[in-house]
């Protein structure tokens, strides 16, 4: 019993925090250096992991979905399969774990060394508004950074999707290609972005929490990054499920 109470005090807790931080963002925004530096921040850490991952996730998607369909013959969707797995599913999904595993925790170790060090009391002291200063520059930037991350990897894990079944697996490229542009629309690309913009600001909002309400000591800080890294990873993959079922249910 005492556990469930904990638990939904803590999601009583996360509840306010979320409401705090876009009550900030839409009342008063940041200096625009500040989401810069974030941004930046965000990609040059992110995007060099992402591209490696989704390079051998799209290689993967081809040779499985090869093997597959070979079962049957029907090798000639392989286009198709590749490209709305992509940009449907992996894209988003590794867009948004990649950013919970680079930038989140970062982003968890150093608001909770600040917490720590009680940096952010002497921002309170100073009457310095800590979400405006620490938490809504991140917010924005990932909210600015996700979708460009997402294009990234659609690319990348489609190239590399197409790179293996015309080179490895001795597909036709022409048909390859007009089987994806058959299946695929427009409308799979923005879910996919849509996904990823989602699965960042949870990751924001998560990882600056479990930052900003870290315990005293090294353990509070190791603690909150690891709370915030199985905790993101756990909600993406959960939330994702019934995000696909509401857009292609």
Not at 6 to 26: A, C, D, E, N
Not at 57 to 78: C, D, M, P, R, S
Request: aromatic content about 14%.
């Amino acid at each position: 019993m005492n556990q469930v109470i904990k638990f939904m005090s803590g999601l009583g807790q996360l509840g306010f925090f979320s409401v705090r931080i876009f009550t900030t963002l839409f009342r008063s925004w940041p200096e625009p250096r500040l989401v810069f530096e974030q941004m930046f921040k965000i990609g040059v850490e992110t995007l060099p992991v992402l591209i490696a991952v989704c390079t051998f996730v799209g290689t993967n998607i081809a040779l499985v979905g090869y093997h597959i369909f070979k079962g049957f013959g029907g090798q000639e969707f392989l286009g198709a399969y590749v490209g709305l797995s992509c940009l449907r599913e992996m894209a988003p999904i590794l867009t948004g774990a990649l950013m919970a595993a680079k930038p989140g925790t970062d982003i968890s170790a150093t608001i909770a060394t600040m917490r720590v060090k009680e940096q952010i009391d002497a921002l309170e002291v100073m009457s310095v508004d800590p979400f405006k200063f620490l938490i809504v520059p991140r917010m924005i930037a990932f909210i600015l950074t996700a979708p460009i991350l997402v294009l990234f990897a659609d690319f990348v894990s489609v190239a590399a999707g197409f790179a293996v079944a015309v080179f490895q697996l001795h597909q036709n490229a022409g048909h390859f290609i007009n089987q994806m542009l058959a299946y695929v629309r427009m409308e799979d690309l923005i879910n996919g972005m849509f996904k990823g913009l989602l699965f960042a600001i949870v990751s924001c909002i998560l990882s600056t929490y479990f930052g900003y309400t870290s315990k005293p000591g090294p353990k509070g800080v190791s603690r909150a990054i690891n709370l915030s890294v199985v905790t993101i990873a756990s909600f993406i993959v959960i939330f994702n499920f019934f995000l696909t079922a509401a857009i292609y249910g």
